[in-house]
């Protein structure tokens, strides 16, 4: 790999198979501890990938795993990786009230840095829900000390998305401060913008399809930001009950996943956002104005 190649985020977002968004309706938040995790031998497996590759990633923790898994976060601490939040209950930005969302952050970010013992400056949301009905949500993020969040994909999608917005990172005024945001990785084709590289569509669409994308993300100069579950290169996880459109996304590829990971990260020059550089990149925006005008 040359030095001069653009930089690129890998992310990763510490969660259980019984976390994610697919089966909220059938696993009561309640009854998380009935269930038997697998969170750590599956971040594990990530762990040892990326330590293999010499690639630091950014690891995105759900509060709730942190807090029964601090020596999960201490390992992650030692490989060099960076610490993000995820929230606490991994629910919907969007179905939450402001003092809601600070609340479930606040506690999820004091619990990542007092176990991991270093400050967490970046944020994910679940299922990526900061959307038009969610904007607020950065302004809480700034108070309450971050400085950069990876949650807006600009596409359409049935639970998240903000068509439109900026492809390339961009840094905006809140409020309470200035907030970068590391928009979720799309490319252009025929008009529309298409997501690539991460999570369900790095591990559902063909391999042929993430060679083409992020190669012409590339070729216009973007950095890349690629994310995947611990859950998703767990091909023996226990089989939820659930809708059959949730089971097919969640449960297809889970057995070529981690090598579908590998090969992206050796096609590019990887690493964490805080060691990227890229907050210093990012063009300033006026996202909230932008956003509140754009629909005329
Ligand atoms: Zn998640």
């Not at 979720?184 to 997501?195: D, E, S, V």
């Not at 459109?245 to 579908?260: D, G």
């Not at 063009?283 to 956003?291: G, S, V």
Request: hydrophobic fraction near 35%; aromatic fraction near 12%; charged fraction near 25%.
């Amino acid at each position: 790999m040359s030095e001069k190649m653009p930089r690129n985020v890998v992310s990763v977002d510490v969660e259980d198979y019984f976390h994610a968004e697919a089966f909220s309706d059938v696993v009561d938040r309640a009854r998380w501890d009935c269930y038997t995790s697998r969170v750590e031998p599956n971040t594990r497996r990530l762990l040892d990938l990326l330590a293999a590759l010499n690639v630091h990633a950014t690891f995105f923790v759900l509060g709730w795993v942190a807090e029964r898994f601090p020596t999960l976060v201490r390992e992650i601490a030692a490989g060099g990786h960076e610490l993000g939040c995820h929230s606490y209950w991994h629910r919907l930005i969007y179905n939450l009230d402001p003092a809601e969302f600070r609340e479930d952050t606040q506690r999820a970010k004091s619990i990542i840095e007092q176990t991991a013992g270093q400050p967490v400056t970046g944020y994910r949301a679940p299922t990526y829900s900061v959307t038009d009905r969610s904007i607020w949500a950065l302004d809480i993020l700034t108070e309450l000390g971050f400085t950069y969040d990876s949650s807006i994909f600009p596409i359409y999608h049935d639970r998240y998305g903000i068509p439109g917005a900026p492809r390339a990172p961009f840094r905006f005024q809140t409020p309470s401060g200035p907030m970068t945001e590391f928009p979720m990785t799309t490319f252009r084709l025929a008009g529309h913008n298409l997501p690539v590289g991460g999570g369900g569509y790095l591990r559902v669409l063909p391999r042929l399809y993430t060679r083409v994308g992020l190669k012409r993300v590339q070729k216009e100069g973007l950095p890349i930001v690629i994310y995947i579950h611990p859950w998703e290169v767990d091909p023996e996880q226990p089989r939820l009950p659930g809708r059959l459109s949730s089971r097919l996304r969640h449960y297809t590829n889970l057995s070529q996943t981690l090598e579908r990971f590998q090969s992206v990260l050796q096609e590019g020059n990887y690493t964490s956002f805080r060691e990227s550089g890229l907050a210093d990149t990012a063009k300033d925006f006026d996202f909230y104005e932008w956003n509140q005008h754009k629909n005329g």
